[in-house]
């Protein structure tokens, strides 16, 4: 007599896979993590007190340094690096912070394209905004803005160029 087979597929090992995944995910990022905190400190021992030239980019959300909107790092005002987790890519990173990048003799923001006019314009010349960008601010140094046409395109008459 004939037994018939029944095979049975579960996707219990495929759930289970995906889980064991997410947990070993998390568990490297928490390491990622402390290992950056871990970085950050030495880091910042290694670092001048005070920068001779300092040189940043903008970001079309207003970030400069992997410093980002609403990100806990733009609350830090003793420490002059930290670990961070952010950006296009979301990865760990380490930054300086607005105290060590401030005491800067000389900041140089570089600016380019069309698709940073509109935040250009806003850290320029909106005094109520709350983007990182406008948290540059040398305490002694100079701050000069470099950009192409694309990025000053919107920029208004009244904004002092040199």
Known sequence: MDQKKKVIVLETAEILAKR???LF???VLASVVARGRCMAALYEKEVPEVFDLVFLGLGADGH????FPDHVALKEWKRGVLAVKGGDPDVPRLTMTF??????RHIIFLVSGEKKAE?????????DVKLP???VL????SL???LDRAAASLLSKETPRG
């Open 119 to 127: 935040v250009l314009k806003a850290v320029l010349e909106d005094r």
């Open 144 to 146: 000069t803005w470099v």
């Open 25 to 27: 995910s998390e568990m």
């Open 133 to 135: 960008a406008v948290h």
């Open 64 to 67: 400069t340094a992997s410093l």
């Open 138 to 141: 040398p305490s002694t140094g």
């Open 20 to 22: 064991a995944a997410h």
């Open 99 to 104: 105290p060590l990048i401030n005491k800067a």
